[in-house]
């Protein structure tokens, strides 16, 4: 089933709409990356006007910036700890940005969006 983004079909009464134009190509979706902690696999997919968006499906490393001295390190993601985008990525070990992962040297919390651009950057919490 497509995902579509378009305007709804019905008025805030409940009422049918009467549509003015047919669905869009621009106005489907895609289904969410949902980035998952484990060994690495990324997915080019064509954006529109032709451009290409890396999505990481599978992340295992992370670049985390230690703001007490400002250096940043490449480290192991261990497990997802927070996430509040759902509370049920957190048994499934999906990453967005925004969630706390556990990581060889703290916690981070991820400032990247791992669907969109296929990299992990974070920041030191701890």
Excluded at 48 to 64: D, P, S, Y
């Amino acid at each position: 089933m497509a995902i579509w983004q378009g305007s709804s079909l019905r008025k805030p009464s409940g009422a049918r709409s009467r549509r003015n134009k047919n669905k869009r190509n621009a106005e489907f979706g895609r289904n969410p990356a949902e980035t998952r902690i484990g060994d690495e696999v990324k997915k080019e997919i064509v954006a529109r006007g032709n451009c290409t968006k890396t999505r990481a499906t599978v992340a295992k490393r992370i670049n985390v910036i230690d703001p007490k001295d400002n250096s940043s390190k490449n480290v192991e993601m261990l497990t997802v700890l927070e996430n509040g985008a759902n509370s049920h990525f957190v048994r499934r070990n999906i990453i967005t940005k925004g969630a706390i992962v556990e990581t060889e040297i703290g916690k981070a919390k991820i400032t990247s969006r791992p669907g969109q651009k296929g990299i992990v950057n974070g920041v030191l919490i701890e």
